[in-house]
């Protein structure tokens, strides 16, 4: 079956830290790109962070510069997202997919996970 499971959310205090996990099975996450999200309540979309299938080169959102990690383990089929210095304003269901960008109607051919709940308390 082909699918990615976000694992690692949590409630957690401002200034705490959390990593999130995105582990594929049925396919091979390290021949994608892979890609972050999150959405609060009543708000858009925003992706976080991205990491290239190609060269492992990646990219942040401004908002989380400096204190999200992204990276990937290819012998485990897994991505990450380190979360440190964690702000109420980061509390959101975080989603990673098989892209860097957020489509409003989903490509057929991304994978998404089921999203995990992040809530920073103050």
């Known amino acids: 079956q082909v699918q990615l499971v976000e694992s690692g959310g949590g409630v957690v205090q401002s200034g705490g830290s959390l990593r999130l996990s995105c582990a594929a099975s049925g396919f091979a996450l390290y021949a994608y790109s892979v890609g972050w999200f999150r959405q609060a309540p009543g708000k858009e979309p925003e992706g976080v962070s991205c990491?290239?299938?190609?060269?492992?080169?990646?990219s942040y959102a401004d908002s989380v510069k400096g204190r999200f990690t992204i990276s990937r383990d290819n012998a485990k089929n897994t991505a990450y997202l380190q979360m440190n210095g964690l702000k109420p304003e980061d509390t959101a269901v975080y989603y990673c997919a098989t892209t860097c960008t957020y489509y409003q109607t989903r490509r057929p051919y991304d994978f998404w996970g089921q999203g995990t709940q992040v809530t920073v308390s103050s």
């Open positions: 990491i290239s299938f190609n060269d492992g080169s990646t």
